[in-house]
């Protein structure tokens, strides 16, 4: 049977190689993002609808007509994530952590509600988290602040719906729009983890996104096995 597999920021980085990855093993794709993703234009199975996650009222609309006649969804992949302004906590504005948190967390709540609601059968959800939700590493704010609770959220959801599989997965650095941001700021001594970054850049401690999705793929696969549902999964550091 033709897999379905929702994803969630599929116009760049981790979104497109996950999507670029289910086309390319024959699944249907239900894709969004503000931007469209211009390769899969004719990509047989990729249905597009442009949504704004930071617009929550507008989020129901959208995946209604995305999700038009679809009746069973294989796995739901909750990637489009944002970065906070990197810098101390106390300088962050908070319009801007709220905005990071509609984005990266409360998007999510209206999506899952929708699609527990509307689609009868969901076999399988994956948050792509970060290890920043774990590390408390200065500079990281409300995009760690976010992750954090993204987290709980996974969590949450999973106690109260055991007939789909919750993750929170991790994925390591990866070499996308996100890391460029990161890696053109200038090195400051309070922010050790910008340093970590840049010497991780080029080398296979932050692969491209076409390299990760695969081996992520498969770690969604292995998780639905291994892993109670609700847990969170660093990809470098897997229980198995
Ligand atoms: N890159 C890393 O090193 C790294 C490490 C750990 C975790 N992660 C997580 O991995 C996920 C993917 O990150 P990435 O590095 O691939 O980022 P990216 O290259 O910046 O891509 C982000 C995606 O999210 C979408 N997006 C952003 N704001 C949106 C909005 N308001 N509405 C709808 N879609 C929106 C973007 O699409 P549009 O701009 O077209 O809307 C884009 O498709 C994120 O959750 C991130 O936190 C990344």
Redesign the pocket.
């Known amino acids: 049977m033709t897999q379905t597999v929702l994803i969630?920021?599929?116009?760049?980085?981790?979104?497109a190689a996950f999507a670029g990855h289910y086309l390319a093993e024959g699944a249907d794709v239900l894709g969004?993002?503000?931007?469209r993703p211009e390769q899969f234009r004719e990509a047989e199975g990729f249905h597009f609808e442009p949504?704004?996650?930071?617009d929550l009222d507008g989020i129901t609309g959208g995946l209604s007509r995305l999700c038009a006649g679809v009746d069973r969804c294989d796995l739901v992949i909750l990637?489009?994530?944002?970065l906070s302004p990197f810098g101390d906590m106390r300088e962050a504005r908070l319009e801007e952590c709220q905005h990071v948190l509609n984005?990266n967390l409360w998007a999510n709540k209206v999506l899952l509600d929708w699609l527990l609601s509307q689609i009868p059968v969901v076999t399988q959800v994956v948050a792509?988290s970060?290890g920043a939700g774990i590390h408390g590493n200065r500079g990281w704010n409300a995009y760690a602040i976010s992750k954090a609770a993204l987290n709980m959220l996974i969590r949450l959801y999973a106690a109260e719906t055991p007939a789909t599989h919750f993750t929170a997965v991790?994925?390591?650095?990866?070499e996308?729009?996100?890391?460029e941001y990161l890696c053109q700021l200038p090195g400051e001594e309070r922010f050790p983890t910008l340093a970590s970054l840049k010497q991780r850049r080029h080398t296979d401690q932050m692969p491209r996104?076409e390299v990760l999705a695969p081996r992520l793929a498969s770690l969604f696969t292995e998780a639905r096995q291994r892993v109670p549902s609700g847990e969170f999964i660093d990809i470098r550091r897997l229980p198995w």
């Not at 990637?79 to 944002?82: E, M, P």
């Not at 991790?170 to 990866?174: D, I």
């Not at 996308?176 to 890391?179: E, L, N, P, R, V």
Request: aromatic share 0%; proline share 9%; net charge positive.
């Open positions: 969630t920021g599929v116009s760049a980085g981790l979104g969004c993002s503000r931007r949504i704004d996650l930071s990637n489009a994530g944002i984005v792509i970060s991790a994925p390591g650095p990866v996308t729009a996100m890391q996104p």
